[in-house]
């Protein structure tokens, strides 16, 4: 009984090889594929970022496990992520670079002032 049972169902399992899987396939609007390459390049900017030796330090300084900062990345909605990486676009590299250089200047003006120094030629 058994012997025969296998053999019906083998039988049925060698006739469903034969017939075709059924995949279904829908229109991909341009909208939808815009928003997936663009959430791919917004997550790879994040991600970049993230990777960078001063922020991961600083977040492991504040206590922040790193899993934990990838899985909260991947759970951002499409706009929260194109925020995020708007903002880190927009980030100055080294901070306010204008302040640096407004007080290299001042410094440096302060010691020609005082005499440390000598940058600005006196004329006759």
């Known amino acids: 009984m058994s012997r025969r049972f296998v053999v019906h169902l083998v039988c049925l399992a060698l006739l469903n090889l034969g017939s075709p899987l059924v995949a279904q396939a829908g229109m991909i609007g341009t909208l939808q594929a815009v928003e997936a390459t663009t959430r791919a390049q917004d997550l790879a900017a994040v991600n970049a970022a993230l990777a960078r030796e001063q922020v991961r330090a600083q977040l492991a300084a504040l206590g922040v496990d790193r899993a934990q900062v990838e899985s909260r990345v991947a ?4 706009s929260e ?11 100055p590299a080294g901070g306010d670079a204008l302040a640096v ?19 600005f030629k006196k004329f006759p």
């Not at 759970?75 to 499409?78: F, G, S």
């Not at 992520?81 to 980030?91: P, Q, S, T």
Request: charged letters at 20%; glycine letters at 12%.
């Open 75 to 78: 759970a951002l909605t499409d």
């Open 81 to 91: 992520l194109r925020g995020l990486a708007g903002r880190i676009a927009d980030a």
């Open 101 to 119: 250089i407004g007080v290299v200047f001042l410094v440096l003006l302060i010691l020609e002032a005082v005499g440390v120094i000598d940058i």
